[in-house]
């Protein structure tokens, strides 16, 4: 699907939200007692990772599935093959939730943004601002612990974060004079820490290459993280900055396995495509590091594979994560393996809710996370330990460094001095002309 820079779309509504309670209830023909509906099953959308949009937490209304007649219930005291129960499963059969599901158009929203840098002061990330020209992702991640920050967009975490788009299309020139003020105090920056900055839509808007040539001009050094093959169409600007040390690019590899990246990250690359990014990156002589994350278990077991993969391609550090499920990402991720994985959801879930050492009472709550700094990035107890383990031995044994890549701030330094003396020459050009005073 193609985008056309020069034209946004107005906003959309939500979209209905999925059933999330159990099925009512209703009395069938020639049934004494209530039987159960059979509610809809979620189906998953061809190239969309969530297959729902539950509604967000701060809606005002809930929604839920119910008869309304037209389409018969099969209860199961009437299956064994009475003429009535036949006509009802045929009526079933043509049901609306049976047929064929449609896919859902991306929406791209102009937004004109007031800040572009977000101050980080979480201890264990490992940057202190982030820049996101993009809200929403079209990647559709089904594990993007970015999604619930729809709700603040009246919008649901499920379809509408891979479908409504939001472009700040003004980006660049508040980054560029955010950085320009004498006050700026230079901090690591990372670009895409959220959503992936170069998600399909940035192959027209480009909004990312204006972020990257206003700090390859100001000789600013950042990062960026991505899971997508179009970075190389950056490698000219990143490959300059690299060579002044003022850039590193981190690529996410979840498995090597395709048929499971596609369910996980439907228009995301390739894990081979990702591979070959890895190369080019480091042919070029940028830095390029490897993002394990994030490690779900029973599904994504291949960690070792990943990082001899990536090590053969060229990249030099890696780090991993295990999965997040704050907010609303919890119900999306279970409705997705209820979807795709549903003999093994209940026991990836419990081993989730293990990594994150989450008590018996919690778990009969829904809870399956805990937002504790350093314990939600890699978990704690003993699973974790073991994931934390493997990889430890996996980095020695393959050579990856551990140190971060450090970064050359002199550039930046003279370039912001330049900037203060422009502006105090500016001050002092536009200043009055002394004259014959005023007696008013």
């Not at 997508?228 to 900055?241: C, G, K, T």
């Not at 394990?292 to 990249?315: K, N, S, W, Y």
Request: glycine share 6%.
């Amino acid at each position: 699907m193609r985008h056309s820079p020069l034209h946004f779309l107005p906003p959309a509504p939500v979209l209905p939200a999925s059933d999330a309670r159990p099925p009512l209830q209703r009395c069938a023909e020639g049934a004494d007692e209530p039987v159960p509906l059979r509610a809809p099953m979620p189906t998953a959308l061809k190239g969309r990772g969530a297959v729902g949009a539950p509604q967000h937490r701060f809606a005002s209304d809930t929604r839920e599935w119910a008869d309304d007649g037209w389409t018969a219930a099969v209860p199961d005291a009437l299956e064994g093959g009475s003429p009535a129960a036949h006509k009802d499963a045929d009526a079933e059969d043509a049901a609306w939730w049976q047929q064929a599901p449609q896919s859902v158009a991306t929406q791209v929203h102009e937004e004109r943004a007031r800040s572009a840098i977000q101050k980080n002061d979480s201890p264990d990330i490992f940057f202190d601002h982030s820049v996101n020209p993009y809200r929403g992702c079209e990647h559709g991640c089904i594990y993007c612990y970015a999604r619930p920050y729809h709700s603040y967009l009246n919008l649901s975490p499920g379809l509408d974060f891979e479908t409504q788009l939001f472009a700040k299309t003004n980006i660049a020139q508040v980054l560029r004079a955010e950085i320009s003020r004498p006050r700026y105090q230079r901090a690591s920056l990372n670009i895409g820490s959220a959503t992936d900055c170069y998600q399909p839509i940035e192959r027209e808007l480009g909004l990312t290459r204006q972020l990257i040539e206003v700090l390859c001009e100001a000789e600013h050094p950042f990062s960026l993280i991505t899971k997508s093959s179009a970075v190389e169409r950056d490698i000219d600007l990143l490959a300059a900055a690299a060579r002044k040390n003022a850039a590193a690019v981190y690529i996410t590899i979840t498995s090597l396995d395709p048929q499971l990246t596609r369910l996980l990250e439907p228009r995301a690359a390739a894990p081979h495509r990702r591979l070959r990014t890895i190369r080019r990156l480091a042919e070029a002589g940028i830095p390029v590091g490897v993002s394990v994350a994030p490690h779900i278990p029973f599904l994504t077991e291949d960690m070792e594979e990943v990082l001899a993969a990536a090590r053969e391609a060229g990249a030099t550090t890696a780090f991993y994560t295990v999965l997040r499920l704050p907010w609303e990402l919890n119900a999306v991720f279970q409705q997705w393996l209820q979807a795709h994985y549903p003999q093994r959801a209940a026991r990836v879930m419990e081993r989730v809710r293990d990594l994150h050492q989450i008590s018996e009472a919690d778990r009969l709550r829904g809870k399956s996370y805990d937002s504790q700094s350093f314990a939600r990035m890699k978990g704690q107890g003993l699973w974790a330990d073991l994931v934390r383990q493997r990889f430890r031995r996996a980095c020695a044994q393959l050579g990856y460094g551990r140190e971060r890549i450090e970064m050359d701030w002199r550039g930046f330094a003279l370039w912001q001095a330049r900037q203060v003396q422009t502006a105090r020459q500016g001050t002092a050009s536009a200043a009055p002309q002394p004259g014959q005073g005023s007696l008013f």
